[in-house]
């Protein structure tokens, strides 16, 4: 079967930096997305990768490997805004997103 | 109209009643999907179209159908709700099914069935 793992929950500190792993088995592999979703509200798009390494996106990073099956978000430069869950997904070999149940990260001051 | 809108916004509604959401986007993307989201779980698909005239199933189907008469609209009917399919709705789009294509999401539809 498909697979994403993600915690569940983290808790961080404003200013502080966090990373936030992602592991998948999928059939098939044409990218991973990164969404950030805020309570009530729908996702937005994040980050994607598609090759390994980092792709840095201002505060936002992404790194991905994909003999490992891994990736990471991370996030730097913490605000009490970042307060969100953050999704993990997979395009599969049909070219439809697998998602993980997300990690929902608390910000405290 | 900017991006993906959705209604109703949220709906309780009785066990055997059918009902019928809608999304309506106004990018010309070609593909759409449906989504549930469900505390503790993934988004899950539900069904989606590729583009105008032709859809497919998801990885949870039953008891859903949709139509894609045009770009524009895709909406998502429940014949008979079930409590089961009390959720949070999502639909949403992107420019093709390809590789890199990020999907926008409309601002979902809260279903409680009783």
């Known amino acids: 079967g498909q697979n994403i793992d993600q915690p569940t929950e983290m808790t961080a500190t404003e200013g502080a930096i966090v990373q936030i792993n992602c592991t998948y088995q999928?059939?098939?592999?044409?990218?991973l997305f990164w969404y950030q979703q805020h309570a009530g509200e729908a996702p937005t798009f994040l980050s994607y990768n598609v090759l390994d390494g980092l792709e840095e996106k201002g505060r936002f990073s992404s790194f991905l490997s994909r003999s490992k099956g891994y990736s990471y978000l991370l996030l730097k430069e913490l605000q009490m805004k970042d307060s969100a869950s953050y999704l993990c997904?997979?395009?599969?070999?049909?070219?439809?997103?697998?998602w993980g149940a997300g990690t929902k990260l608390i910000i405290k001051p | 109209i900017a991006g993906i809108t959705q209604a109703p916004t949220s709906q309780i509604l009785a066990a055997g009643r059918r009902m019928t959401l809608r999304c309506t986007q106004d990018?010309?993307?070609?593909?759409m999907y449906w989504y549930r989201q469900d505390l503790g779980l993934g988004l899950r698909l539900i069904h989606y179209s590729n583009t105008a005239g032709t859809t497919g199933k998801g990885e949870v189907p039953d008891g859903y159908s949709v139509s894609r008469a045009n770009t524009d609209d895709f909406p998502l009917t429940l014949a008979s709700a079930v409590p089961s399919q009390t959720s949070v709705y999502f639909c949403?789009?992107?420019?093709?099914?390809?590789?890199?294509?990020?999907?926008?999401f409309g601002p979902g539809t809260r279903l409680t069935v009783l």
């Open positions: 997904a997979v395009k599969d070999s049909n070219y439809q997103l697998i």
């Open positions: 990018m010309r993307h070609n593909a």
């Open positions: 949403a789009s992107s420019g093709t099914s390809g590789a890199y294509n990020e999907q926008f």
């Open positions: 999928t059939s098939g592999f044409n990218g």
